[in-house]
């Protein structure tokens, strides 16, 4: 298993247990209860709960192509984009302070996704 694999398996299963189930299958009053939002937002935030796991499927694939011997190049801009920007939108607008577990969650993924992109070949080398 390789550090980049890891990256990969740690923000599916955080992500997809903490953020997409959530919105995707909690009642609207538990959605707008968590979120701050009055239940007209729940539409929304079921929106986002698909989006989350459409990317979700996109580091699944970038596990599959470790797994092929392919470094996932595409995968890591898609990652460092929505983890990169969702950070610097947290971080730009103070929000970071409100969301703290979270803005400290995707900043390290960005930040494992850089470090994998400037060293591919030590984030592929297996770690035992």
Same mark, same amino acid.
Request: hydrophobic share 55%; glycine share 12%; charged share 5%.
């Given at each position: 298993m390789s550090f =980049?694999?890891? $990256?990969? @398996? %740690?923000? @599916? #299963? $955080?992500?997809g247990l903490l953020v997409g189930v959530p919105f995707l299958f909690l009642p609207a009053s538990r $959605? *707008?209860? *968590?979120?701050g939002y009055g239940e007209a937002a729940a539409p929304l935030f079921r929106l986002?709960? $698909?989006a989350i796991f459409a990317l979700l499927i996109g580091y !699944?694939? !970038?596990?599959?192509? #470790?797994?092929?011997?392919? %470094?996932?190049? !595409?995968i890591i &801009?898609? !990652? =460092? #984009? *929505?983890n990169g920007g969702g950070a610097a939108v947290l971080f730009a607008t103070g929000a970071w302070r409100r969301?703290? =577990?979270i803005a400290y969650f995707i900043t390290a993924v960005a930040v &494992?996704?850089?470090v994998a992109? #400037?060293?591919?070949?030590?984030?592929v080398t297996p770690l035992w």
């Open positions: =980049l694999a890891l $990256v990969f @398996i %740690f923000k @599916i #299963l $955080v992500t $959605v *707008s209860a *968590s979120t986002y709960g $698909v !699944g694939y !970038g596990y599959w192509l #470790l797994g092929q011997g392919t %470094f996932p190049w !595409g &801009a898609m !990652g =460092l #984009l *929505s969301s703290k =577990l &494992a996704l850089a992109a #400037l060293a591919p070949d030590l984030a």
